[in-house]
Protein backbone atom coordinates (compact mmCIF):
# COMPACT_ATOMS: atom_id res chain seq x y z
CA UNK A 1 0.00 0.00 0.00
CA UNK A 2 1.60 3.08 -0.77
CA UNK A 3 2.18 5.41 2.15
CA UNK A 4 1.05 9.15 1.66
CA UNK A 5 3.09 12.36 1.49
CA UNK A 6 4.27 14.50 4.05
CA UNK A 7 1.78 16.93 4.77
CA UNK A 8 2.07 20.36 3.02
CA UNK A 9 1.18 23.72 4.25
CA UNK A 10 -1.81 23.99 2.48
CA UNK A 11 -3.16 20.76 4.53
CA UNK A 12 -2.37 21.87 7.64
CA UNK A 13 -3.88 25.13 7.68
CA UNK A 14 -6.71 24.75 9.56
CA UNK A 15 -4.34 23.89 12.57
CA UNK A 16 -2.65 27.35 12.71
CA UNK A 17 -2.63 30.35 13.73
CA UNK A 18 -0.97 33.35 11.22
CA UNK A 19 2.57 33.78 11.04
CA UNK A 20 4.33 37.09 11.18
CA UNK A 21 6.92 38.44 8.65
CA UNK A 22 9.53 36.51 7.76
CA UNK A 23 8.59 33.23 10.37
CA UNK A 24 10.65 30.51 11.10
CA UNK A 25 9.69 27.70 8.86
CA UNK A 26 9.14 24.35 10.74
CA UNK A 27 8.54 21.24 10.11
CA UNK A 28 7.92 17.60 12.49
CA UNK A 29 8.55 13.92 12.35
CA UNK A 30 7.01 11.44 15.08
CA UNK A 31 5.53 8.81 15.01
CA UNK A 32 2.73 9.43 17.57
CA UNK A 33 -0.49 11.44 16.34
CA UNK A 34 -1.00 12.99 19.29
CA UNK A 35 2.46 14.40 19.61
CA UNK A 36 1.74 15.99 16.11
CA UNK A 37 -1.21 17.36 16.77
CA UNK A 38 0.01 18.96 19.97
CA UNK A 39 3.26 20.28 18.13
CA UNK A 40 1.02 21.72 15.64
CA UNK A 41 -1.52 23.36 18.37
CA UNK A 42 2.05 24.75 20.17
CA UNK A 43 3.39 26.38 17.41
CA UNK A 44 0.94 27.04 15.54
CA UNK A 45 -0.52 29.57 18.58
CA UNK A 46 3.77 31.23 18.37
CA UNK A 47 3.34 33.63 15.41
CA UNK A 48 7.67 33.22 15.03
CA UNK A 49 6.27 30.46 13.34
CA UNK A 50 4.98 28.92 9.92
CA UNK A 51 4.86 25.24 9.73
CA UNK A 52 5.75 23.49 6.58
CA UNK A 53 5.65 20.04 6.81
CA UNK A 54 4.56 17.40 9.32
CA UNK A 55 5.74 13.78 8.77
CA UNK A 56 5.24 10.47 10.95
CA UNK A 57 8.67 8.81 10.34
CA UNK A 58 11.52 9.37 9.30
CA UNK A 59 11.70 8.98 5.27
CA UNK A 60 8.73 10.73 5.01
CA UNK A 61 10.31 13.64 7.05
CA UNK A 62 13.45 13.26 4.54
CA UNK A 63 11.19 13.18 1.10
CA UNK A 64 10.10 15.99 3.12
CA UNK A 65 13.29 17.54 2.86
CA UNK A 66 13.56 17.05 -0.63
CA UNK A 67 10.52 19.15 -2.22
CA UNK A 68 10.27 21.62 0.89
CA UNK A 69 12.27 24.12 2.15
CA UNK A 70 12.19 24.86 5.96
CA UNK A 71 14.52 26.11 8.53
CA UNK A 72 14.40 23.66 11.66
CA UNK A 73 12.86 20.22 11.93
CA UNK A 74 11.74 19.04 15.34
CA UNK A 75 11.99 15.08 14.85
CA UNK A 76 11.44 11.91 17.64
CA UNK A 77 14.15 9.93 17.66
CA UNK A 78 12.79 6.42 17.61
CA UNK A 79 10.51 6.17 14.78
CA UNK A 80 9.65 3.38 12.20
CA UNK A 81 10.99 3.81 8.59
CA UNK A 82 13.95 5.92 9.58
CA UNK A 83 14.50 6.86 13.20
CA UNK A 84 16.59 9.90 14.27
CA UNK A 85 19.61 8.30 13.62
CA UNK A 86 18.57 7.53 10.02
CA UNK A 87 17.29 11.35 9.69
CA UNK A 88 20.80 12.74 10.97
CA UNK A 89 22.53 10.66 8.38
CA UNK A 90 20.60 11.36 5.37
CA UNK A 91 20.63 14.95 6.05
CA UNK A 92 24.41 14.69 6.34
CA UNK A 93 24.70 12.69 3.39
CA UNK A 94 21.99 15.15 1.54
CA UNK A 95 24.10 18.27 2.69
CA UNK A 96 27.20 16.41 0.87
CA UNK A 97 26.30 16.82 -2.60
CA UNK A 98 26.59 19.82 -4.58
CA UNK A 99 23.85 22.61 -5.71
CA UNK A 100 21.40 21.36 -2.83
CA UNK A 101 19.59 23.37 -0.66
CA UNK A 102 20.93 23.55 3.12
CA UNK A 103 19.38 20.82 5.28
CA UNK A 104 17.04 22.45 8.14
CA UNK A 105 18.29 22.63 11.48
CA UNK A 106 17.38 19.75 13.60
CA UNK A 107 16.51 19.25 17.20
CA UNK A 108 15.72 16.24 18.45
CA UNK A 109 12.45 16.21 20.82
CA UNK A 110 12.24 12.71 22.58
CA UNK A 111 11.91 10.72 25.82
CA UNK A 112 14.80 8.85 25.53
CA UNK A 113 17.59 9.04 27.94
CA UNK A 114 20.12 12.07 27.56
CA UNK A 115 22.67 9.46 26.21
CA UNK A 116 20.57 10.09 23.04
CA UNK A 117 21.95 13.96 23.33
CA UNK A 118 25.17 13.16 22.93
CA UNK A 119 24.17 10.96 19.48
CA UNK A 120 22.38 13.88 17.98
CA UNK A 121 25.26 15.84 18.50
CA UNK A 122 27.52 13.71 17.04
CA UNK A 123 25.51 13.24 14.10
CA UNK A 124 25.00 16.88 13.72
CA UNK A 125 21.42 18.05 15.28
CA UNK A 126 21.64 21.36 16.18
CA UNK A 127 19.78 20.97 19.71
CA UNK A 128 18.05 18.59 21.69
CA UNK A 129 14.80 18.87 24.50
CA UNK A 130 13.36 15.61 26.66
CA UNK A 131 9.75 15.23 26.24
CA UNK A 132 9.62 15.12 29.93
CA UNK A 133 10.72 19.58 30.17
CA UNK A 134 7.58 21.65 29.73
CA UNK A 135 6.14 21.52 25.62
CA UNK A 136 6.78 25.81 26.03
CA UNK A 137 10.36 24.87 26.51
CA UNK A 138 10.47 23.71 22.84
CA UNK A 139 9.45 26.73 22.08
CA UNK A 140 12.58 28.87 23.08
CA UNK A 141 14.81 25.91 22.03
CA UNK A 142 13.71 26.12 18.09
CA UNK A 143 13.83 29.46 17.77
CA UNK A 144 17.26 29.77 19.19
CA UNK A 145 18.47 27.01 16.90
CA UNK A 146 16.66 29.16 13.96
CA UNK A 147 19.22 31.72 15.06
CA UNK A 148 22.26 29.67 14.76
CA UNK A 149 22.90 28.49 18.36
CA UNK A 150 23.31 24.63 19.46
CA UNK A 151 21.29 24.05 22.04
CA UNK A 152 21.90 20.90 24.24
CA UNK A 153 21.66 19.54 28.42
CA UNK A 154 24.99 21.06 29.23
CA UNK A 155 25.97 17.64 31.79
CA UNK A 156 25.88 15.70 28.46
CA UNK A 157 27.77 18.36 26.62
CA UNK A 158 30.38 18.43 29.72
CA UNK A 159 30.87 14.91 29.47
CA UNK A 160 31.73 14.44 25.91
CA UNK A 161 34.06 17.42 25.77
CA UNK A 162 36.02 15.29 29.12
CA UNK A 163 36.24 11.93 27.11
CA UNK A 164 36.85 13.33 23.59
CA UNK A 165 37.18 17.41 22.87
CA UNK A 166 36.03 16.96 19.07
CA UNK A 167 33.56 14.45 20.10
CA UNK A 168 30.55 16.78 19.51
CA UNK A 169 31.94 17.44 15.83
CA UNK A 170 30.11 15.84 13.21
CA UNK A 171 32.41 13.82 10.45
CA UNK A 172 32.09 16.72 8.14
CA UNK A 173 33.11 19.39 10.85
CA UNK A 174 36.26 16.85 11.97
CA UNK A 175 37.11 17.12 8.08
CA UNK A 176 37.12 21.40 8.24
CA UNK A 177 39.08 21.24 11.37
CA UNK A 178 41.50 19.15 10.05
CA UNK A 179 41.94 20.68 6.83
CA UNK A 180 42.27 23.82 8.79
CA UNK A 181 44.80 22.87 10.18
CA UNK A 182 46.28 22.88 7.00
CA UNK A 183 46.22 26.01 6.40
CA UNK A 184 43.22 26.46 3.53
CA UNK A 185 41.07 29.21 3.82
CA UNK A 186 37.23 29.31 3.31
CA UNK A 187 37.11 29.67 -0.31
CA UNK A 188 40.00 27.12 -0.11
CA UNK A 189 37.64 24.62 1.91
CA UNK A 190 34.98 25.39 -0.58
CA UNK A 191 36.59 23.90 -3.85
CA UNK A 192 37.81 21.02 -1.48
CA UNK A 193 34.74 19.99 -0.29
CA UNK A 194 31.99 21.04 -3.08
CA UNK A 195 30.75 23.70 -0.70
CA UNK A 196 29.39 27.10 -1.38
CA UNK A 197 31.51 29.65 0.77
CA UNK A 198 28.14 30.67 2.92
CA UNK A 199 27.67 26.89 3.72
CA UNK A 200 31.34 26.13 4.87
CA UNK A 201 31.09 29.80 7.15
CA UNK A 202 27.82 27.84 8.72
CA UNK A 203 29.91 24.51 9.21
CA UNK A 204 32.82 26.76 10.55
CA UNK A 205 30.28 28.63 12.82
CA UNK A 206 28.64 25.59 14.65
CA UNK A 207 32.13 23.88 14.61
CA UNK A 208 34.00 26.51 16.74
CA UNK A 209 30.49 27.35 19.12
CA UNK A 210 31.08 23.41 19.61
CA UNK A 211 34.76 23.64 20.67
CA UNK A 212 34.00 27.04 22.47
CA UNK A 213 36.80 28.27 20.19
CA UNK A 214 36.37 32.32 19.07
CA UNK A 215 38.29 31.46 15.69
CA UNK A 216 39.87 29.16 13.76
CA UNK A 217 43.04 29.53 15.62
CA UNK A 218 41.59 28.59 18.68
CA UNK A 219 39.63 25.52 16.90
CA UNK A 220 42.92 24.39 15.54
CA UNK A 221 44.56 24.35 19.25
CA UNK A 222 41.83 21.87 20.16
CA UNK A 223 42.84 19.90 17.65
CA UNK A 224 46.61 19.91 18.00
CA UNK A 225 46.37 19.51 22.25
CA UNK A 226 44.27 16.65 21.83
CA UNK A 227 46.24 14.96 19.25
CA UNK A 228 49.38 15.68 21.94
CA UNK A 229 46.68 13.81 24.19
Known amino acids: ?7 PL ?3 TPALGGAEANPIRIGFADKNPLVLRGLQSLFGEDRRFELVVSASDGERFLDAV ?3 EFDVGIIGWVMANGDGRAV ?11 GRTPAPRIVVYTGADLGVARTAMQLGAAGFLSKSEPPEHLLDVVAEVARGRMMFPFLDLGRAAAADPLACLTGRERELLE ?3 EGLSNEGLAR ?3 LSPNTVKFHLRNLYEKLGAANRAQAVAVLLGRDRN
Open 1 to 7: MTRPPSL
Open 10 to 12: TDL
Open 66 to 68: ARF
Open 88 to 98: LEGLKAWEATP
Open 179 to 181: RLA
Open 192 to 194: RFG
